[in-house]
């Protein structure tokens, strides 16, 4: 998986999940919960939607890793190589 | 709530319906619900149109009903809860709803009553008859403005008449094409769009929705407000084990062991799961948990987890996703908008550490939960860091005093302490 396809993945999880979230105007080290207002639920359904689309796992303890968009793909992209 | 309008039917006359069918959609001043029936029968039809507002109460369609004790109507409920099982009152046949035609208020074809013969010659004079004149003197009489005023009418059709009316037009500045001049509805000039104005936004009618109730509630409402610190370790470290044997799909989150304490305290101390009302306090039937989410953008809703004390952990947690994400989708159900006997806020997540809640009138508790932080803590004379979680106990005097209210914070305590058995 290359970091673009990461990227790609996990806006549309985000749109998925927050349809109301601008994710336009969101930058690849902005906060994701302070800047589209998410909270657990909507974390979890990201995560959920993630795990639909790519089949990874992310486990519960790795949630601090997955805070901007750029940290997110980042880890995606680690996790899809290890797997 | 006072009226509603009707967005879609869901079912057509006809239609065999059975007790909590999804009958239409309607849009309150808070969110798009979907409406269920409380009777079983056939639709036999529709009394309103899809389009229409209604009046809380007006009746919606009239049923056939297999239990012919029960007069047969659907009607609008009041979206406030009840005490008693929600169900629809049903309305005597004869009362009439907004779709009932109301008696035309024709002046009934009389002789005019004409006290002068100065207005009898006036009106002779200006070629009227005086049928055609309308009297504003004592008892309908006709008076000389009357005759002048008729006199100086521009002769214009019916209907350029009245469309003249409705636009604000004055006929005297129309020229006429129709006989003797007179203004036909084609002579009035072409209307020109109307100036948009404002319209109230949902977002808007949300806010007021929450400012009545929040108003009303610090109006009515005298408080007492109860905190307790509640140490989490045992239940974090049991729902970290518990999330890591089962697929994403199926994780819990700490808002659901919170939840399940409340519901089960609730349902353990059921002075603080009702309503307050003119006859004091009335117990609510089981517990019925409104769940305090917030709708980006527009603001807060707290509809409820239908019987909260009686699903197991994995089902509440099933429930509480699907009751949010259905609230930010707009599609809750009107049973789950009117019928909370309690309210849970929780602000988790990045929220405050601890949370002055407001009560939802007419019930009388509101549990608030704060922000899970690591906290220092004595365990056994020694400091340690232990997630720790703030509740918050808002009641209603009337209803409680701060024992009973504290007891209640106490068994949510105890309830958190041993997670397996949540």
Known sequence: MTNDEAR???????????????????????????????????????????????????????????????????????????? | MEEATILQWRVSPGAAVAKGDIVALIDTEKSEIELEIWDTGTIVDLVVTEGEVVRVGAPLARLSVTDASIPPAASLPRLAPRPTPPSMEPLPRERLGPGAATPSLRRPAHQPAVHSPLVRRLAENAHLALSDVVGTGPGDSITRADVERRARRVPASPLARRLAADRNLDLAAVAGSGPDSAVLATDLPPETAPEPGPTPSKATTMRIAIANLMTRSNREIPHY??????????????????????????????????????????????????????DGFQPGEGVQLGVAVSIRGRGLIAPAIIDADSLALPDLMAALRDLVNRARAGQLKGSEMSSATATVTNLGDRGPDLVHGVIHPPQVTLIGFGRITQRPVVVDGTIVAHPVVTATLAADHRATDGDRGARLLSTIDQLLQKPDRL
């Open chain 1, 8 to 83: 790609k993945i996990v806006v549309a999880a985000i749109s998925s999940i927050a349809p109301d979230a601008d994710t336009e105007a969101l930058a690849g080290d902005d906060d994701l919960f302070d800047a589209l207002e998410l909270d657990s639920m909507d974390q979890l359904n990201i995560v959920v939607a993630v795990n639909q689309e790519t089949g990874l796992e992310i486990p519960e303890r790795d949630y601090p890793k997955l805070t901007t968009v750029d940290r997110f793909a980042g880890y995606l992209v680690g996790a899809a190589s290890a797997g």
């Open chain 2, 225 to 278: 407000h109860l905190a307790q610190d509640i140490g989490l370790a045992a239940a974090m470290a049991w729902l970290e084990t518990t999330n890591s044997e089962v697929g994403v799909a199926r994780r819990i989150l700490p808002a659901a062991l919170l939840l399940r304490a409340s519901a089960l305290a609730l349902a353990k101390h059921p002075e603080l799961n009702g309503f307050w009302g003119n």
